[in-house]
């Protein structure tokens, strides 16, 4: 399906979306974080969408907010999109956990709170994953210094 | 002491016997008389169990398209010497909370029950220790004991993993145990005698007990193979020391000469077992078809040492070549189909045996 | 049947247990913790982070080019098809035109590794099952190929043929040739694969009905590679997204329906046949032309996010770039295929015994770097 249409679906499903299309190959859709869960089980759940597998989820730290993007596809109507969720707490950043609509989620949320440190509601056991439990600072953010390990040119 | 006859026609042996008892009065001649034999047998068969696990690494590579070790003598020959210096000298660790008495009892356990088996075999007619009229049953009883040791190891480590490997292996001996006991009893039957040297007797009077009991006989022999691969825990029953999945099972926290022990003790069993099969169906000392029976001077443990070296390198094949079954398939294949098939076939060679159908 | 009430009385406890980090049977260092109760397994929870090396902190430092040569350390037994997919993603973002040589030595190569890794694969899973010599059988053969990329690539393990524009150097001019000797002499070799492990009763048994995967399953856990076309899930990238050459050969995607480890394994097994079959429409017609597209001595992508695919062993690469205009990118993401195969594993393994979980593991094919990154 064109990303037009797909724009005019998903328009419906939420309130405030944005939506671009330029500098990526994809439809990008911004989501406003308290809907994420609705949007996203709409996504996977409508006829016409059918997003079931998330191929690929990426915490992002834009310089000012913390972020993940979902890149999304449907196996069977073979489409894809991109949706991006953010938030702008860098002391206590929380979002909604998709665990319950694609269960990859589970472990890829682990990893993005294990570098970034976002929290993710209603995750069944939220742990640091690679790194030690003791470990203090999130690695992947723009602003984590770390004198000894840390080799900048 | 009369349940003691003591087989000694070489010459050799006689004189040994000769002058012993010409030197010191009978009860301590007796005595020394044993010691040496102990003493004989010991050397011997701590050696042969060090030549098996080289014959094994050889095999191995000849089965996985390498030569095996070629370096410390010709042909490798002084190979297992030195992998035995090398134990002997190690230093012989333990973790602090084992429970030191079982833990350094385990070991002897599982030596000792081995060696003792050995004294039964008849190597040749003039070469057996230990000829009583219980033979059969007194091997059957030694290598029960063996588990208690293999048990013990793994209790005692203090390890999760040397439990789990040491209680796999004991529920996998007493189920085995069946039919191996079973399946000699089939062949006891022909020979109506426990006795290991009257079994030989019958064999070489109306050939091998194989030929003799044709089909109850072959099936009983499949039966005994697969249950004494499976008694010496040995692929493709192996997974008491399944190396990819627990480590090293009940004798991971052993090292040095207690590990040793354990590991000589796995190649003599399979020379235990191999000697019980060539004795119960092929015939032990005696030559196919007789063919050597005039040639006096032909040393006849010879072909009871070439039987039993076929049959070991058959239990070789079968490691190196089948994956490993796991635990509950292991205990449906004993108590499902091998056990039943066991009890039938006892029936059978019974019935073989009244009809006198046998060869 | 044992009634609830004599359960009750013979209580026994669940016990925990580690396998690994240093273990026999594990691809790497995974630590799996076990709950099991007896032989049978109530949770399972991987413990990873021992070989992680923050790679994608690392490329955030990184030229483009120099990006490449830490891709090679994640998934090592794919690393030319590592190699590729980050070549293709600054490729596609600076809009770049490799020419037709390129394409297809780069698939010609990728296939050649995908052989690799699953020539060792079969030796490990025959090993973690007890059938020690299966191992030899791989690596004898194995080493036919490491000879040939040692020849062309300068390395046996860690490649880094390719870079964004092209392929460091040329093939060497025994490449074809002794390619096609390979290919002769693996066809004669593969059924005895199949003799010495495929039909033997005892593999069935430990390997059929053991470890299913349904297909909804494999969707929403993200399951990709051979796992997911164990379990009818088809996801293989180069049909459904053709890079390199893929479009121009014909070669069958595998699929099967059952999703137990005897399926994964015969999808691994079907999957050299196809990957023999694509080297030889190749081999012989390698188009002349340039080895190297003309790129500045500083890649500076475009600003903007770039995502490619590739099918490596395991299963679906993604490589996520988003680039601010300068000569770092902002922030790179490798979706790896084990680290979504991995988390499927806790899913399958309720209820089962350990056994079966050393056969399922090994029939997923996990290489731990890849996973920890």
Redesign the interface.
């Given at each position: 399906m064109k990303n037009e249409d797909l724009q005019n679906i998903i328009i419906g499903l939420g309130t405030d979306l944005k939506f671009s299309t330029e500098a990526s190959e994809f439809l990008n859709i911004i989501v406003p974080k308290e809907q994420l869960h609705s949007v996203c089980s709409q996504l996977k759940s409508n006829p016409d969408l059918k997003f079931n597998y998330a191929f690929c989820i990426t915490g992002m730290d834009w310089g000012k907010e913390l972020g993940v993007i979902y890149h999304l596809e449907s196996t069977e109507l073979k489409h894809r999109i991109v949706v991006k969720v953010m938030t702008e707490d860098r002391e206590n950043p929380t979002l909604d956990s998709v665990h319950d609509i694609w269960q990859t989620a589970d472990f890829h949320e682990l990893e993005v709170y294990d570098f970034f440190g976002i929290k993710f509601n209603n995750h069944p056991k939220l742990r640091r994953l690679f790194l030690t439990p003791e470990w203090e600072g999130f690695p992947l953010r723009k602003d984590y210094v770390d004198e000894a390990n840390m080799v900048i040119k | 002491m009369n349940v003691l006859i003591i087989n000694m026609q070489l010459n050799i042996t006689r004189a040994i016997h000769d002058w012993l008892f010409s030197v010191m009065p009978e009860g301590a001649a007796t005595i020394t008389e044993w010691v040496l034999i102990a003493v004989a047998y010991l050397a011997l068969f701590a050696v042969a169990g060090l030549y098996l696990v080289l014959l094994e690494r050889k095999v191995?590579a000849w089965?996985?398209?390498?030569l095996g070790p070629n370096r410390v003598g010709p042909w490798g020959l002084f190979q297992t010497m030195a992998d035995a210096l090398k134990l002997v000298s190690k230093e012989l660790t333990s973790t602090d909370r084992i429970d030191k008495f079982l833990y350094n009892l385990a070991p002897y356990f599982v030596i000792v029950t081995s060696l003792t088996a050995i004294a039964v075999f008849p190597f040749s007619e003039q070469f057996q220790a230990f000829d009583i009229n219980i033979g059969v049953f007194f091997l059957f009883a030694i290598s029960s004991i063996g588990v208690i040791g293999i048990l013990l190891a793994g209790w005692a480590s203090n390890n999760?993993?040397a439990l789990?490997g040491a209680m796999r292996s004991g529920l996998q001996t007493i189920s085995y145990e069946l039919s191996v006991g079973l399946s000699l009893l089939t062949m006891v039957l022909l020979t109506g005698s426990l006795q290991l040297s009257e079994i030989v007797e019958v064999q070489r009077t109306g050939g091998w007990l194989i030929l003799q009991g044709h089909i109850p006989a072959i099936i009983a022999f499949c039966i005994f193979i697969i249950a004494g691969t499976a008694e010496t825990n040995r692929?493709?029953f192996?997974?008491v020391e399944?190396?990819?999945?627990l480590?090293a099972g009940f004798h991971t926290e052993y090292s040095g000469m207690k590990f040793a022990y354990f590991f000589l003790a796995e190649f003599i069993n399979m020379f235990i077992i191999a000697s019980i099969a060539v004795v119960l169906f092929f015939g032990a000392w005696l030559s196919p078809f007789g063919i050597t029976e005039g040639i006096t001077w032909f040393p006849e443990v010879l072909w009871f040492l070439i039987k039993v070296l076929i049959i070991i390198f058959l239990m070789m094949w079968f490691r190196?070549?089948?994956?490993?079954?796991?635990?509950?398939?292991l205990l449906t294949l004993e108590w499902k189909y091998l056990l039943p098939l066991n009890l039938i076939n006892l029936v059978i060679m019974a019935i073989v045996i009244w009809m006198k159908w046998t060869i | 049947m044992i009634s609830q009430e004599v359960k009750n009385k013979i209580k026994t406890e669940e016990y925990f247990i580690n396998m690994g980090p240093q273990h026999p049977a594990a691809h790497g260092v995974l630590r799996l913790l076990l709950t099991i109760d007896g032989e049978i397994i109530k949770n399972v929870e991987p413990d990873l982070g021992y070989i992680h090396r923050s790679i994608e902190k690392m490329c955030e430092r990184d030229s483009y080019q120099q990006i490449v040569h830490l891709t090679d350390r994640m998934d090592y037994l794919s690393s030319n098809i590592n190699n590729e997919a980050v070549c293709l993603t600054v490729e596609k973002a600076l809009e770049l035109e490799v020419s037709d040589r390129v394409k297809v030595i780069r698939t010609i190569i990728a296939e050649l590794t995908r052989l690799a890794s699953h020539q060792l694969w079969w030796g490990v899973m025959g090993m973690d099952l007890g059938a020690l010599t299966t191992y030899f059988y791989a690596f004898r053969d194995r080493e036919m190929i490491n000879d040939i990329f040692e020849e062309t690539c300068g390395a046996r393990l860690t490649m880094n043929y390719n870079i964004p524009g092209g392929l460091m150097f040329d093939i060497h001019p025994n490449f074809v040739q002794r390619t096609k000797d390979f290919i002769a002499h693996f066809k004669t070799k593969l059924p005895e694969y199949d003799r010495l492990l495929t039909g033997n009763v005892i593999f069935e048994k430990r390997t059929k009905g053991v470890g299913i995967l349904t297909k909804e399953d494999a969707i929403s856990f993200g399951v990709s590679g051979p796992v997911a076309r164990g379990s009818g899930f088809a996801s293989d990238v180069r049909k459904h997204h053709p890079y390199s050459a893929y479009d121009r050969v014909a070669f069958k995607e595998i699929l099967f329906t059952e999703g137990d480890t005897y399926s994964r394994y015969k999808v691994r097994m079907a999957e050299m046949w196809e990957s023999m079959a694509i080297i030889e429409q190749l081999i012989d017609n390698i188009p002349e032309g340039d080895i190297q597209a003309p790129t500045k001595a500083v890649i500076k992508l475009p600003k903007g996010e770039y995502y490619q695919r590739v099918e490596t062993a395991r299963g679906e690469l993604g490589v996520y770039i988003n680039s601010d205009g300068n000569k770092n990118p902002y922030r790179v993401k490798f979706r790896s295929p084990g680290f979504s195969n991995l988390s499927v594993l806790n899913h399958i393994s309720k209820g089962v015994k350990i056994a079966d979980l050393v056969a399922t593991m090994a029939s997923f094919d996990f290489v731990i770097p890849d996973i920890d990154r």
């Open positions: - | 191995a089965f996985q398209l390498r999760k993993f789990i692929a493709p192996d997974l399944a190396e990819s999945e480590g190196w070549t089948f994956p490993r079954l796991r635990v509950d398939q | -």
